[in-house]
């Protein structure tokens, strides 16, 4: 990929290109009395490496053994 095409490139993500096996939680934290979650994705578009940044709007319990594995993303 050229650097004119990094610099111009503006990573429109959609849920539709995103899938959880191309990801890994980078962090989790506070700010401003909030929690927020990190996420690493590859731009779907040019392969380039994003942080996508979101709060928590919710949180639920599910049944799920931690750590996860492959057959969850199945």
């Given at each position: 990929m050229s650097y004119?095409?990094?610099s111009d490139?503006?990573?429109d993500v959609s849920v539709e290109y995103?899938?959880?096996?191309?990801?890994d939680v980078l962090d989790i934290y506070e700010r401003d009395d909030r929690l927020y979650?990190?996420?690493a994705?590859?731009?779907?578009e040019c392969s380039a490496t994003l942080a996508l940044t979101?709060?928590?709007e919710s949180v639920t319990?599910?049944?799920?053994?931690l750590p996860l594995d492959e057959e969850y993303y199945d």
């Open positions: 004119e095409h990094a490139h503006e990573h995103l899938y959880p096996a191309d990801s979650v990190e996420v994705t590859v731009c779907p979101a709060p928590v319990e599910v049944d799920v053994d």
